[in-house]
Structures are given as C-alpha cells and as structure tokens.
C-alpha cells in the first residue's frame, strides 16, 4: 500500500483559545475538532476511522478533576464516533507528535482513510472549580498529586519532585560545559525568549501577544518573580490556560479526490523518538541528552534534510535549557526564529498538548510559504523527545509506515551512568544544582547532585537560610559546577554541602 497517493497528509487544523475560562476539557476538544473539520472544508469528522487523543490533567467528566478516561466521554459528544481510538497513556510534551506519527502510519498503510488527532487543558477552569469545592485536600487531588506521591522517597526529600526543581539542573550543567557564565547563559535565554513571545505576537492563535524585549524576560519583578534559580516565570512554561488544538489527517489520494486545494496540503514526514531514564538520577549526564540528539538527528536524516532546507522550527520550550540544547544539536543560530506558534510561555502550555498547536501553527506556516519545518518535542523531566518533520513538498520516496523508535541509537551515545550512594558522606565534586524560589522571592533551599572522587553520584542540601551557600550557587561570581567541597550528614536527615 506504499503508492505515492497513501502518503499521510494533514488537510485541517483547529485551535481554541478560552479566556473567559468557562470551557471542559470536553468542550475545548470539540470545538477544535469542529474548527479543524471547516478548515478542511467540512464533513471529514462525518468519515473519521480513528481519533487520536492526548490525555490531560484537568478532567471534568467525572468527580473533579477526574479519574476515569476521557475516551468514552469525548466520543459521546461525536456525531459519528469512530470505531479505533487511542489514548496517550500519561500526558506528556511527546504525546501529539506520537500521535500523529502513529495517524501517518494507520492512513500510509490504508487501515484508516481519515484519522484525527486532538486535546486540550482546562487548567484554568480546573483552579476556579477546585476553589469552589472547599476546603477537604482530597476533593482537590488531581494526577499530578498522584504521580508526585509516586516519587522515589530521595528526590522527595532533597526537593527534586516538579519539573521547576528538575530542568535547572540541566541548566546549570549545560552553561558549565558550554563554558559560559551566568550572564552570557541569561542572555542567550533572554534573546531565545524574546523571540517565542514575537513569534506569539504572530500568531492569533496564541495565549499571549505580547512581544518582549529580552531585559522584559530577565528582570525580576513582582510580576516576574523568581520560580528557580535562574529562571524567572517569564522564563517558564504558562500551564493556566484553557486551550484545544486538533489535525485531521488523510492520504494524498483521498485529499484530492475530496477537492481539498494543493496550497492546502501539508505532508507529514517521518519522526524520530528516544527517551532517557524515568529515573533523573539515572541519566549519564546533565550537560546534555542523548535521547535528544538523537531525535532531532534522526528525524532530518530520515527525512533527507539538512539545517539549511528548514524555513522554520519549534523546539520545545518549557524550560531554557531545552530549546538551548536542541538548537546546539540541530546547529540552529540564534538569530533565527525557534518557534511558529510562541513556546510553552506565550503561545501557551496546556501540559502535554502544547505541540500539537505547533503542529496546527507549522501547517498554517507552510501553507503561507516555504518548504520544510521541525517539530522538536520532550516530555516528563528532559525524558521523552519525539522530533518530526512536515512539509509542503512530497518525499521523494515513500517513508511511511515506519517504525520512529531510534532508541538504540540513544543507548549507543550514552555513556556510563554513575552509580547512586544515597548515604554517601564525604568528599564530592559538584555536577549540576537547583535552587527553588517561595513566592516571596526567598530561596527555600539548594539541591547539589555531585560525584565522589570514585564516580559515585550523591545529593547534597544548602539551607535556605545559609545566605553564602545560596549565594555561592546563584550570584554568578564562580561557576560552582566542577567546584568541590564535601557533604555531612545532620541529625535532620540530610548531607549538607560544605565547600572546600
């Protein structure tokens, strides 16, 4: 079934934006299935054979914020619901890229002619309900409350459980191996962000519109108050929204056949994926991701492409060192846009669905002009990469179905992952570092992982209350990555970082 005519096209895309925050979940998926449909000239979601849907976290189809799957709910709002459906099993930032991989494939090898991919968040919705529901702690749970409770009893203790405490370390490990300070790093994170909230400006379909100037991103304010050190919340993904985009998919022979217009088809290319460790103590390194080269790397060999046949890009933003990591994998200059639909911060952050607006937003890109463009996703703590590629032009050979997984090429990159002490106490060198904020702007505590001179890894806590060890890792003066001192253990539990 690999005749040119089965190769996988989008031909409608949908966005919803609610500001008034009065939609579900459930209404924001319709209505941008609904949008969808009319973009590609209607009657499509009258055929669909398959709906792909990326889960969330904000439910409201059952007690609030919802256990049960979304599934059975959203089908029951379809006219003609389709008989094959696939749920993502956890939200996650990968999640649409999986899904519209996994679209391709269906209509590439004729098991389905129309399939749809879809999600939303109604996070803001979800916090007026919530508030609404009193003051009983367990009516107010949701999914992430459950999977934190989930997390090994170490990271707990040391505070490395969301992703605000996970991704600095990242950050602080990329700069050192970059061999930048923090300025030139909050420079290069400011001009990066600043180019998110034009690309934004650009876009209708955007959260917010505002175009900053990068010292608007870096300036701590009130209104841009610290969330962990050196990110500011202008520097972080914006959850509270209530978003939903979707992309209906069909073959090449099907698109025309229904008359949908040249001009209006964009070809899916092939993906690449590969993920590290659940386990954020169980990664080789934090100065970089294999499981990220070797998306992004796969994804445009697969594709035959090299950085200059890209017209445009989104690399996935919830936190600077991302989009700083993948544009150093991808060699992307920073002068150049990373991003068509505004990132995480502006264009908005409904937790895992987040690229499935980039994906509608590079379909509205190329229909407008040019030829190819990368959708770079990650998911979980710099876990799960999916990379993509989508077009105005078709392949020159048929590339689906295909198999994304490039696992094994990850593996081949890695390298040795040092082992955990979790009772260590001793002598260590300092490997990367996280400093949270409260929302009064005071450092609640530091969190070092570091290596003993035998290669073992090991955390280490600053109190919050110690102005010089906070300063030591923040102010910028010494780079504390590569700086040794020892750890010692307290009567409360912890080993404390002494420097040397």
Same mark, same amino acid.
């Given at each position: 079934?690999?005749?040119?005519?089965?190769?996988?096209?989008?031909?409608?895309?949908?966005?919803?934006?609610?500001?008034?925050?009065?939609?579900?979940?459930?209404?924001?998926?319709?209505? !941008?299935? =609904?949008?969808?449909?009319?973009? !590609?000239?209607? !009657?499509?979601?009258?055929?669909?054979?398959?709906?792909? /849907?990326?889960?969330?976290?904000?439910?409201?189809?059952?007690?609030?914020?919802?256990?049960?799957?979304?599934?059975?709910?959203?089908?029951?709002?379809?006219?003609?619901?389709?008989?094959?459906?696939?749920?993502?099993?956890?939200?996650?930032?990968?999640?649409?890229?999986?899904?519209?991989?996994?679209?391709?494939?269906? /209509?590439?090898? =004729?098991?389905?002619?129309?399939?749809?991919?879809?999600? !939303?968040?109604?996070?803001?919705?979800?916090?007026?309900?919530?508030?609404?529901?009193?003051?009983?702690?367990?009516?107010?749970?949701?999914?992430?409350?459950? %999977?934190?409770?989930?997390?090994?009893?170490?990271?707990?203790?040391?505070?490395?459980?969301?992703?605000?405490? &996970?991704?600095?370390?990242?950050?602080?490990?990329?700069?050192?191996?970059?061999?930048? @300070?923090?300025?030139?790093?909050?420079?290069?994170?400011?001009?990066?962000?600043?180019?998110?909230?034009?690309? #934004?400006?650009?876009?209708?379909?955007?959260?917010?519109?505002?175009?900053?100037?990068?010292?608007?991103?870096?300036? &701590?304010?009130?209104?841009?108050?610290?969330?962990?050190?050196?990110?500011?919340?202008?520097?972080? #993904?914006?959850?509270?929204?209530?978003?939903?985009?979707?992309?209906?998919?069909?073959?090449?022979?099907? +698109?025309?056949?229904?008359?949908?217009? *040249?001009?209006?088809?964009?070809?899916?290319?092939?993906?690449?994926?590969?993920?590290?460790?659940?386990?954020?103590?169980?990664?080789?390194?934090?100065?970089?991701?294999? #499981? $990220?080269?070797?998306?992004?790397?796969?994804?445009?060999?697969?594709?035959?492409?090299?950085?200059?046949?890209?017209?445009? &890009?989104?690399?996935? @933003?919830?936190?600077?060192?991302?989009?700083?990591?993948?544009?150093?994998?991808?060699?992307?200059?920073?002068?150049?846009?990373?991003?068509?639909?505004?990132?995480?911060?502006?264009?908005?952050?409904?937790?895992?669905?987040? $690229?499935?607006?980039?994906?509608?937003?590079?379909?509205?890109?190329?229909?407008?002009?040019?030829?190819?463009?990368?959708?770079?996703?990650?998911?979980?703590?710099?876990?799960?990469?999916?990379?993509?590629?989508?077009?105005?032009? +078709?392949?020159?050979?048929?590339?689906?179905?295909?198999?994304?997984?490039?696992?094994?090429? %990850?593996?081949?990159?890695?390298?040795?992952?040092?082992?955990?002490? *979790?009772?260590?106490?001793?002598?260590?060198?300092?490997?990367?570092?996280?400093?949270?904020?409260?929302?009064?702007?005071?450092?609640?505590?530091?969190?070092? &992982?570091?290596?003993?001179?035998?290669?073992?890894?090991?955390?280490?806590?600053?109190? =919050?209350?110690?102005?010089?060890?906070?300063?030591?890792?923040? @102010?910028?003066?010494?780079?504390?990555?590569?700086?040794?001192? @020892?750890?010692?253990?307290?009567?409360?539990?912890?080993?404390?970082?002494?420097?040397?």
């Amino acid at each position: 079934m690999n005749q040119v005519t089965q190769i996988p096209v989008i031909v409608g895309v949908g966005q919803i934006n609610d500001h008034e925050s009065k939609a579900s979940v459930l209404d924001l998926m319709v209505a !941008a299935l =609904g949008q969808a449909d009319r973009d !590609a000239r209607g !009657a499509w979601l009258d055929r669909l054979d398959f709906l792909g /849907i990326e889960n969330q976290i904000s439910s409201d189809v059952a007690p609030w914020p919802g256990k049960e799957p979304i599934t059975p709910h959203l089908l029951g709002r379809l006219d003609n619901p389709p008989a094959r459906t696939l749920l993502t099993p956890e939200p996650s930032g990968d999640g649409p890229l999986y899904l519209l991989n996994h679209a391709a494939n269906l /209509i590439a090898t =004729g098991e389905v002619k129309v399939a749809a991919i879809v999600g !939303a968040e109604a996070l803001r919705t979800a916090a007026q309900r919530t508030a609404q529901v009193g003051a009983d702690p367990a009516a107010k749970r949701g999914a992430l409350d459950d %999977a934190l409770d989930g997390a090994r009893p170490l990271l707990r203790q040391y505070g490395l459980l969301t992703p605000t405490d &996970v991704y600095p370390l990242y950050e602080s490990a990329t700069r050192a191996a970059w061999g930048l @300070s923090l300025a030139e790093a909050q420079r290069e994170s400011a001009l990066l962000w600043s180019a998110y909230s034009a690309a #934004a400006a650009a876009n209708p379909h955007a959260w917010s519109r505002e175009a900053l100037d990068p010292d608007a991103i870096t300036t &701590v304010t009130p209104q841009n108050r610290m969330i962990s050190h050196p990110y500011s919340k202008l520097m972080v #993904a914006n959850s509270a929204v209530n978003q939903g985009a979707a992309l209906i998919l069909t073959s090449l022979a099907e +698109a025309r056949d229904r008359g949908v217009p *040249e001009e209006h088809i964009v070809f899916v290319g092939a993906g690449a994926a590969a993920h590290e460790d659940d386990d954020v103590l169980a990664r080789d390194s934090y100065a970089r991701s294999p #499981a $990220m080269i070797a998306s992004i790397a796969g994804a445009m060999e697969r594709n035959g492409l090299e950085r200059d046949d890209l017209d445009c &890009v989104e690399l996935y @933003s919830c936190f600077p060192c991302i989009p700083k990591m993948a544009r150093r994998v991808l060699d992307w200059p920073l002068d150049r846009s990373p991003s068509v639909y505004g990132g995480l911060t502006f264009g908005g952050g409904p937790i895992g669905n987040c $690229m499935m607006h980039a994906a509608a937003a590079m379909t509205d890109r190329l229909r407008a002009g040019g030829r190819h463009g990368l959708i770079f996703a990650n998911g979980g703590f710099a876990t799960h990469n999916h990379s993509i590629i989508l077009s105005r032009t +078709a392949p020159r050979d048929p590339i689906f179905p295909q198999d994304s997984d490039v696992q094994a090429e %990850a593996d081949r990159l890695r390298g040795a992952v040092p082992s955990l002490d *979790e009772h260590y106490e001793g002598p260590g060198r300092i490997e990367a570092f996280s400093v949270p904020y409260n929302r009064d702007g005071a450092p609640r505590f530091g969190t070092i &992982v570091a290596l003993s001179p035998d290669g073992r890894r090991f955390l280490a806590r600053i109190a =919050g209350e110690d102005v010089g060890g906070v300063a030591f890792l923040t @102010s910028g003066e010494v780079e504390p990555v590569g700086c040794r001192g @020892s750890v010692v253990r307290a009567a409360d539990g912890y080993g404390y970082w002494r420097a040397a």
